[in-house]
């Protein structure tokens, strides 16, 4: 297939055959060379091909290959015509990112780095298949994937404000958990307040340097103080949310008629009960993932004053933003010069509003939505600021983290030998983590220049750079 570059950040192949629109990937000229010899970009153009697709199949510089749909990838879809796909959303449903800024300086917590990595990592659940101390009944597990991020912060886990700082007010409304099924909600019903396995990480860090001044104040981001960034998603109801959509669309598509090129991407028109139906479950799951962060949020500050031995007011830690990624939502975006309702499918991607959009809470109004982009464990994350050129280009969306450009079992044979521990213990980071193939997994090496990913949102003007952080210590799922 032919990839022409229209400037130095964005490629498109052209409509052709079944593609109902052209696919457009941004990236930069040396990152492509990865992005065209990986199957990512024929997914690409298979999203092109979906019933009701709008504008254009999207990619953002973290593009890799996923199920279905590439992890990067952003799509919106008419409500009449188009279709909502598990694929296009993720197995882990939310898996998003959480940043809380605190009064910590490096200097203060460098002398009980180690104590503190030991305490978080004896303290917060991790690895696959982990529970937590949080045991609900039907009843409180149904309540909690109603109302989010609310239902924690009802029970004790954080405060009001942490509500106003968290995409959507951490709820979907239209969560409905007579659409989970049960298999799902055994899977969550003892996992509100675990890390889970992978890619999951707890991360204390500091603010090494300042992009945009204006922003990062109001964001709460102050030059050498420390924070706390935490990526996780809806564990094991997620994914099986995930997996008996997936099975049940399968069976429909022919009884449907929705002609798809890949039946991973089984798919039921938006306006169908079986697309209905999915909607209030993935919401509920969304809903699970905005609850667990806010408790394990909430579990990590406690651990910081115990381990450090100080007091809420000389912590200070406050949640800057919390926000999802894998994730399918109803937005209003101009299509063609006329305001639409859409279906936007960000499946590793993130939501980028910029500075007026009355998604915003009034802290950020002025400025824009806060963006957190990981990176690797041995090298920095980002935080971003919404831009307006997201609403004209990305239906509002940009990039969610740094990308892989191994595969894991790639990483593990890359990994042999090497004590990957002490590597980024030389460079100033103390890692613990759970499961013998983890580190491996997971090494620096096998994820993209995540500078690099910044540097193209940033400069196409769908997102613009506020801060960088540098890790310091990690706990990994």
Not at 80 to 107: F, H, K, M, Q
Not at 269 to 288: H, L, Q, T
């Amino acid at each position: 297939m032919e990839l022409t570059q229209l400037d130095e950040f964005r490629w498109e192949i052209k409509k052709q055959g079944p593609m109902r629109v052209p696919a457009r990937i941004y990236s930069s000229p040396s990152m492509i060379e990865t992005i065209k010899k990986e199957e990512t970009l024929q997914q690409l153009v298979n999203v092109a091909q979906l019933p009701g697709i709008l504008t254009a199949a999207l990619a953002m510089p973290d593009i890799h290959w996923g199920y279905g749909f590439p992890i990067g990838g952003v799509a919106a879809f008419d409500c009449d015509e188009g279709v909502i796909s598990p694929g296009g959303v993720g197995y882990d449903i939310n898996c998003g990112v959480r940043l809380a800024a605190t009064n910590l300086t490096e200097a203060e917590v460098q002398p009980r780095l180690e104590d503190l990595v030991n305490a978080l990592f004896n303290a917060i659940p991790c690895g696959v298949g982990s529970t937590g101390s949080v045991r609900l009944s039907q009843t409180d597990l149904k309540k909690a994937l109603k109302t989010g991020s609310r239902w924690a912060v009802e029970n004790g886990y954080g405060e009001e404000s942490d509500i106003h700082h968290t995409e959507d007010n951490g709820c979907m409304e239209d969560a409905d958990p007579s659409a989970v099924t049960d298999r799902a909600l055994d899977r969550g019903k003892n996992q509100l307040g675990t890390l889970g396995s992978g890619n999951h990480f707890l991360e204390i860090g500091v603010v090494d340097e300042i992009f945009d001044e204006p922003a990062a104040r109001a964001f709460g981001l102050t030059q050498g103080h420390i924070t706390v960034l935490l990526h996780t998603g809806s564990r094991g109801l997620g994914h099986q949310t995930c997996d008996d959509f997936l099975a049940s669309m399968a069976k429909r598509l022919h009884i449907d008629g929705v002609p798809v090129p890949d039946r991973q991407l089984a798919c039921a028109r938006i306006s169908s009960p079986s697309g209905e139906k999915y909607y209030r479950a993935m919401s509920c799951a969304a809903n699970f993932a905005w609850a667990n962060r806010q408790i394990l949020m909430y579990q990590a500050k406690e651990v910081l004053m115990r381990a450090l031995n100080i007091s809420p007011r000389s912590l200070a830690m406050r949640l800057v933003y919390d926000v999802c990624h894998n994730i399918a939502k109803f937005e209003t975006h101009t299509v063609n010069g006329k305001k639409q309702r859409v279906c936007v499918h960000r499946k590793g991607a993130t939501r980028s509003f910029p500075p007026g959009h009355p998604a915003l809470c009034a802290e950020y109004k002025q400025v824009g939505q806060p963006i957190l982009i990981p990176g690797d464990m041995g090298t920095a994350s980002y935080v971003l600021a919404g831009a307006e050129g997201s609403m004209e280009e990305t239906f509002g969306s940009t990039c969610h983290g740094a990308g892989r450009v191994l595969s894991r079992t790639a990483a593990k044979k890359a990994a042999h030998g090497r004590s990957l521990s002490r590597e980024l213990e030389d460079k100033g980071i103390l890692v613990r983590w759970t499961g013998r193939t983890t580190m491996a997994e997971e090494m620096p090496d096998a994820y993209k220049d995540v500078s690099q990913v910044v540097d193209v949102v940033h400069g196409s003007g769908i997102s613009r750079k506020v801060v960088r952080l540098r890790p310091l210590a990690v706990v990994k799922g």
